[in-house]
C-alpha cells in the first residue's frame, strides 16, 4: 500500500458531504479492501478517533477488513432461506471453493461470505454473486453458479436468462405507476423517473427487467456520479433509509405492483440491487 495513494483520496475528498464513506469506499476499490494503514492514515489526517473509522467500515456490509477475491459470492442464512436449506447449500459452496465462508481461494478469484438476509426471503434460498440474485438455489446448482460466477456474470441474454424477468411499479410515496407505455427498453415499458446531479436535473428510463441496467436519460451520468432520484408525479425524492450493500451509497426504492419491494443503488455503474417479494412495504426517508 502507498501511503501517498491514501493522501491522495484524502485531498479529493476534503470537504465533502459524506467524506468519510467517500473516502473508505474509494480506498476499497483500489485495494479490494481496507488496510489497516490506510485507516491509521485517515484517522490521523481526518481527526477522527481509529475506533469510530473501525466502527463505519464493520457497519456496512461492502466494506472488508480483508482482502477480498475478484468475486463475492453471498450465501443467505437469514430464517427463511435457513429453513428452506440454506445452511447445506453454504456447506456445499465451501465444499466446491475448498474455503469455509469468510475465506477467499487461493486463486484471488471468490470470496464466500454468509449473511443474515438478502432482502428476498419468498425465493429462498438466496446467494448473490457481485450484485446478480440466484433464487430457489439447490445443491444441483452449486457449480454452475460458481463457473457463471468466474466466466462473468454481467454476460447476460435478457432473452434467455432466467435471472431477468420484467417487474411493473409504481412510486413508494403517492403509488402513483411509474411504468411509461411510450418509452420502451429492452423491449417492455421503461419506468419513468426524473433525476439530478451535478446540478443538472432531467429525465431518465430505467429497463422495467429487473437484472437489467440498460437506460436512457436527457443528460449523460458520469460514472461514480450520485444520482437523486424522483418521482415524476408526486415529485418526492426516492430514497431509502438501507444503504446499498455494495457500495454504501443510498438505495432507491420502488414498490413492486404485484406486491413487494425492487430497489436499486443511486450511484452509476454500482450494480447493487435488491428484490423483496415478501411483502409491500414503504420506506421512510434516510434518516427518518
Given at each position: 500500500m502507498n501511503p501517498q495513494t491514501i493522501l491522495r483520496i484524502l485531498e479529493t475528498h476534503s470537504g465533502e458531504r459524506g467524506e468519510l464513506i467517500a473516502i473508505l469506499e474509494e480506498i476499497q476499490a483500489k485495494y479490494s479492501y481496507l488496510p489497516e494503514q490506510?485507516?491509521?492514515i485517515v484517522a490521523e489526517k481526518t481527526g477522527r478517533?481509529?475506533?469510530?473509522?473501525?466502527?463505519?467500515?464493520?457497519?456496512?456490509?461492502?466494506?472488508?477488513?480483508?482482502?477480498?477475491?475478484?468475486?463475492l459470492v453471498s450465501v443467505c442464512l437469514g430464517t427463511?432461506?435457513?429453513v428452506r436449506g440454506g445452511l447445506s447449500t453454504a456447506e456445499a459452496f465451501e465444499r466446491h471453493l475448498g474455503i469455509k465462508a469468510g475465506e477467499t481461494t487461493s486463486d484471488k478469484e471468490?470470496?464466500?461470505?454468509?449473511?443474515?438476509?438478502?432482502?428476498?426471503?419468498?425465493?429462498?434460498?438466496?446467494?448473490?454473486?457481485?450484485?446478480?440474485?440466484?433464487?430457489?438455489?439447490?445443491?444441483?446448482k452449486v457449480k454452475d453458479i460458481i463457473h457463471k460466477a468466474k466466466v462473468g456474470l454481467d454476460r447476460v441474454d435478457i432473452r434467455t436468462d432466467e435471472r431477468i424477468f420484467p417487474v411493473e411499479v409504481s412510486c413508494p410515496r403517492?403509488?402513483?405507476?411509474?411504468?411509461?407505455?411510450?418509452?420502451?427498453?429492452d423491449?417492455?415499458?421503461?419506468?419513468?423517473?426524473?433525476?439530478?446531479?451535478?446540478?443538472?436535473?432531467g429525465w431518465l428510463r430505467l429497463s422495467c427487467l429487473y437484472g437489467s441496467f440498460s437506460v436512457?436519460?436527457?443528460?449523460?451520468?458520469?460514472?461514480?456520479?450520485?444520482?437523486?432520484?424522483?418521482?415524476?408525479?408526486?415529485?418526492?425524492?426516492l430514497i431509502s433509509s438501507s444503504p446499498c450493500p455494495n457500495c454504501g451509497a443510498p438505495m432507491v426504492p420502488m414498490h413492486v405492483r404485484s406486491g413487494g419491494l425492487v430497489q436499486i443503488c443511486s450511484r452509476r455503474g454500482c450494480k447493487g440491487h435488491m428484490l423483496d417479494l415478501s411483502e409491500a412495504r414503504l420506506l421512510s426517508r434516510r434518516g427518518s
Open positions: 490506510a485507516l491509521r478517533s481509529l475506533v469510530d473509522i473501525y466502527g463505519v467500515a464493520t457497519f456496512y456490509k461492502s466494506f472488508s477488513l480483508k482482502p477480498r477475491g475478484k468475486h427463511a432461506c435457513h471468490i470470496t464466500l461470505e454468509t449473511v443474515n438476509c438478502l432482502g428476498a426471503c419468498a425465493l429462498g434460498p438466496i446467494v448473490v454473486v457481485d450484485g446478480h440474485y440466484f433464487s430457489n438455489v439447490t445443491l444441483q403517492c403509488n402513483h405507476s411509474l411504468m411509461d407505455k411510450s418509452h420502451y427498453i423491449g417492455y415499458p421503461s419506468i419513468s423517473v426524473t433525476v439530478s446531479f451535478n446540478a443538472l436535473h436512457d436519460s436527457e443528460y449523460k451520468v458520469p460514472m461514480d456520479a450520485m444520482v437523486n432520484f424522483f418521482c415524476p408525479h408526486c415529485h418526492e425524492e
